[in-house]
């Protein structure tokens, strides 16, 4: 196994993917870079460096620079995908989905249903999102909730190097739309990441970590600062499970349920403000499913109602923190 | 420009189909068996027959909300199409799309819409495909003049020449965005094809209530795009003979203005009186077009009605291919 951060993991799992299957292409905007600069068309390889080298390999005609129009990108990869390609459109900032909404919305979460199943539209759409940056209320947000709410897409948040190798060649390889969000924190973790063509199928969480008193779900990078918050509660002789459900959509519901189900007790982390949120929905999820196994109220560890703010001591506000995710796991335990 | 008599029957066959389809539909909405919301095609026939006589399979085109045209010209099967629009689970589309979301993407039809301008991106797109597979076959946009005011529209026409690709977008000028003319709601002095010049790409003029003068024009832009792999644009002009849909009481028409428009702009008048110009045939053959496409839909209408009706166990099939 190579050690690699995620966007070295992104960068050779779509690198793979483009010289197995020619049909994969790109589209966005910079992800070559550079086009009709002086610098030359390499110039750039994507803002987050996702894709650099790859205009190189591949050409200009399967890696395709485009022009600053969101719901020409997404709208040109629904098209693609209808006539038989497996398009990567990059969305610079998940924020952007309120430009592009409709080909997101009605379009390509729609076709195979509207159709009649008479159709696939496999589009893998990248949202790098996230908070933590000072990159100010529009391109700071973490809008996974918001497409989890609609049917017909699916929807990925990898948190390790590892699973955005193999939720990226799951969504490469399957027939569905994929909504692949990428944390702009996340990009320089670094991990193990398997050889080959590793796959890790949708709708299977993984355990961050196993202690039994509390569950704790948490969701993107909102996972690492669940696992401090367990780390320090273990040396405390608290143990939590973290769950990093890895996709929304579809959700691993039964390792949630059976983690609560033995610890009684829940906290969810949820990098959004918390109304309509993945937060309320696992709450949902567990008042329904599981409520005669709760020994205390569910908490909810979120941002603010808020956009999120520019100056860092009001974004470090608005980001939930490790600490507030200690304090809710005490408030479980301290309940009753 | 001489068309072989195959060529000139089967074009009228197709806007036959069209129009007979749509006065059908337009009387059985009338029964309330038919739900929802229906836009009629009725008058634009030659636009939709005239572009797609010169297509074949795997060219693709995507339609409108409008689209009903389209999907006939494009080789949809009628009597499947009747039935999706009466809501019936071996519909086209089984019962689940209706009027404004008919698609068959084996036959390139790629989706009718009911997003106004929601189309274009997504031909642009697969002129892309069709780009990277080096097969030289087209994609078009159908657009209305309503969809011309739409910012994908624009974004769909920019990226197309930026990325050099075989996308048309066909303007069908009917001269109504809804309920509003397009002497208000189109700046350019009514003009749409001269928008697509503007984005750099060329564009054709033609009457998109004859087929001989869309067919011939659509055929010098087919030309050019296939030789060229660039993009290109056509504005037609056509009419609209029904309102924006079925129950809209079109208030905001002149007085005998439906009237003139069947006088005088009826693309199956116009096809009559022009056909001897391209070869001959004979005015008992389109006639008896006539008479065995009427036999076809009541066919296809009463197969729709007698058709089963969706299953509500079926409500959840089909949002994935597997989840």
Same mark, same amino acid.
């Given at each position: ?129 996230g908070a933590g940056m000072n990159s100010g209320a529009q391109h700071s947000q973490a809008f ?193 | ?297 009541? *066919? ?21 291919? *597997?989840?």
């Amino acid at each position: 196994m190579a050690i690699m951060t995620i966007r070295d993991a992104i960068n050779e799992t779509i690198r793979e993917a483009m010289r197995r299957d020619k049909d994969v292409i790109m589209l966005g905007e910079d992800i070559a870079g550079g086009a009709g600069t002086a610098g030359g068309q390499e110039a750039i390889g994507g803002i987050w460096g996702t894709s650099v080298g790859l205009v190189g390999e591949f050409g200009p005609e399967r890696v395709i620079d485009t022009p600053i129009s969101e719901s020409a990108i997404i709208g040109a990869a629904a098209g693609a995908a209808l006539a038989g390609k497996r398009p990567i459109a990059e969305l610079m900032f998940s924020d952007f989905i309120g430009v592009c909404g409709d080909q997101l919305i009605n379009q390509i979460a729609k076709f195979r249903y509207m159709f009649g199943g008479n159709t696939r539209c496999p589009v893998v759409v990248r949202l790098i999102y996230g908070a933590g940056m000072n990159s100010g209320a529009q391109h700071s947000q973490a809008f996974y909730n918001l497409l989890t709410a609609i049917p017909g897409l699916k929807v990925a948040l990898p948190t390790t190097p590892a699973d955005a190798k193999g939720l990226m060649n799951e969504a490469l390889m399957g027939d569905d739309p994929v909504m692949f969000f990428e944390h702009k924190a996340l990009f320089g973790k670094k991990g193990e990441v398997p050889e080959g063509l590793h796959r890790v199928p949708f709708g299977h969480a993984r355990m961050a970590r196993e202690g039994g008193d509390v569950t704790i779900v948490a969701f993107g990078r909102m996972v690492s600062f669940a696992e401090k918050a367990a780390d320090a509660l273990a040396e405390q002789g608290i143990g939590c499970d973290v769950i990093d459900p890895r996709t929304t959509s579809p959700l691993d519901e039964e390792a949630i349920l059976d983690s609560v189900e033995q610890t009684g007790r829940l906290v969810v982390v949820d990098e959004s403000p918390p109304r309509c949120s993945m937060a309320t929905d696992i709450l949902a999820l567990v008042s329904e499913k599981a409520f005669t196994s709760l020994d205390a109220p569910p908490q909810m560890v979120t941002a603010p109602h808020s956009p999120v703010p520019f100056s860092k001591e009001l974004e470090r506000a608005w980001v939930p923190s490790p600490d507030a995710i200690t304090a809710a796991v005490r408030r479980t335990l301290d309940w009753g | 420009m001489q068309l072989s008599r195959d060529a000139l029957l089967h074009a009228y066959r197709q806007m036959a189909t069209i129009r007979q389809f749509e006065e059908r539909l337009h009387e059985e909405i009338k029964t309330g068996q038919i739900p929802g919301f229906t836009h009629l095609y009725c008058g634009q026939e030659a636009a939709a027959v005239g572009v797609c006589e010169h297509l074949d399979n795997e060219d693709m085109i995507v339609s409108t909300h409008r689209g009903h045209g389209h999907c006939i010209a494009k080789g949809c099967d009628v009597t499947g199409m009747m039935k999706e629009i009466f809501g019936k689970r071996d519909g086209l589309c089984k019962g689940r799309g209706g009027s404004m979301h008919i698609a068959d993407t084996t036959i390139g039809m790629l989706g009718a819409n009911g997003i106004v301008g929601a189309g274009a991106p997504q031909a642009v797109g697969a002129a892309i495909a069709a780009k990277l597979d080096g097969n030289g076959k087209v994609a078009i946009a159908f657009s209305g003049d309503g969809a011309c005011n739409q910012g994908t529209t624009f974004e769909a026409m920019n990226l197309a020449v930026v990325v050099g690709v075989p996308a048309i977008f066909v303007f069908e000028n009917n001269h109504y965005s809804e309920h509003t003319g397009v002497g208000y709601a189109v700046g350019t002095s009514r003009d749409i094809a001269s928008r697509a010049e503007a984005f750099g790409m060329k564009a054709w003029r033609a009457n998109g209530c004859d087929f001989f003068d869309t067919y011939k024009v659509m055929g010098e832009l087919l030309d050019y795009v296939r030789k060229e792999g660039k993009p290109a644009a056509i504005e037609l002009d056509t009419e609209r003979f029904y309102g924006h849909f079925e129950g809209d009481p079109q208030r905001y028409r002149a007085k005998g203005e439906v009237e003139r428009l069947r006088e005088t702009r009826d693309a199956l008048k116009i096809y009559r009186d022009r056909v001897g110009e391209f070869g001959p045939v004979d005015m008992a053959e389109l006639d008896a077009i006539d008479s065995e496409t009427a036999a076809m839909i009541d *066919a296809a209408v009463s197969e729709a009605q007698n058709a089963e009706p969706c299953d509500p166990a079926h409500v959840t099939e089909d949002v994935y291919v *597997a989840y």
